[in-house]
């Protein structure tokens, strides 16, 4: 892993793209036309109910989540690239946001320098996005909650300042013949709710959240946050 000291894991970032389902080809499409070459991508829901979508026009409530890892200096040009193509702009088009990492592993970031040569423009220009990063104004919060409760937890997220939310379905591993652990059932089968917010509603909004859904409730949930760098497509 590259040191903690070093400027160089402080230039990358996390970017997630939140589109409708079977349009993160073409995110991934801009992307790799602007030299990122690094992606996956999973399936979500979106957490609006049919008449809600059908009501304000948000589209497929089957959702692509993209990831994507592209040097910090070229957000700015991505992020117009895959606004202006995708309409990101237009409500219900889609999300767009990045998340700084924390640490990089050497080889991974020699592959991400050499894919995106046309972004970064020489070690300069990577010095100088390690020094101009911005102060985040919006947070990216994770609810891994227990399968079948993610409507109410919608809910009160929603009262409590939300616009909207993806779900992601997963599982719990590790804890095979274990039906409990320190005296809490524990479920394998998870939803794990994805929630951009502005930075002043996201207190607001995980209180809520932890009220109906904490540790001591039937979600048995596990709530969390991250700083969110750039964004666009959030009304």
């Known amino acids: 892993m590259i040191d903690q000291s070093d400027p160089r894991q402080k230039i990358i970032d996390l970017i997630i793209a939140i589109v409708d389902r079977g349009r993160g080809k073409r995110v991934v499409d801009i992307l790799v036309k602007h ?9 979500g829901m979106g957490t609006a109910g049919s008449e809600i979508i059908d009501y304000l026009g948000l589209g497929d409530p089957e959702k692509d989540i993209v990831f994507s890892l592209a040097p910090k200096a070229g957000i700015p040009m991505l992020f117009k690239a895959v606004n202006t193509e995708m309409q990101l702009k237009k409500p219900g088009k889609g999300v767009i946001f990045t998340i700084p990492l ?18 970064l423009k020489g070690d300069v220009n ?16 994770f609810a891994v ?26 599982r719990n591993v590790g804890m095979e013949g274990m039906d409990k652990f320190l005296g809490i059932s ?16 996201k207190a607001k909004i995980m209180k809520a959240i932890n009220q ?4 001591d409730t039937d979600c048995q949930g596990f709530i ?3 700083p969110v760098n750039s964004l666009a497509g959030l009304t």
């Open 186 to 201: 524990i479920e394998p089968e998870k939803d794990i709710l994805l929630i951009v917010t502005n930075r002043e509603d």
């Open 126 to 141: 990577v010095m100088e996005a390690a020094k101009t990063e911005e102060s985040a104004k919006h947070d990216l919060i």
């Open 35 to 43: 030299h990122v070459h690094k992606h996956y991508i999973c399936l």
């Open 212 to 215: 109906v859904a904490g540790s």
């Open 224 to 226: 969390f946050s991250l």
């Open 145 to 170: 909650i227990n399968q079948g409760h993610k409507e109410d937890v919608m809910l009160v997220a929603r009262e409590a300042g939300a616009t909207g939310g993806t779900v992601i379905h997963g």
């Open 102 to 119: 924390s640490g990089l592993s050497a080889a991974a970031f020699h592959d991400l320098v050499q894919d995106s040569q046309a972004i």
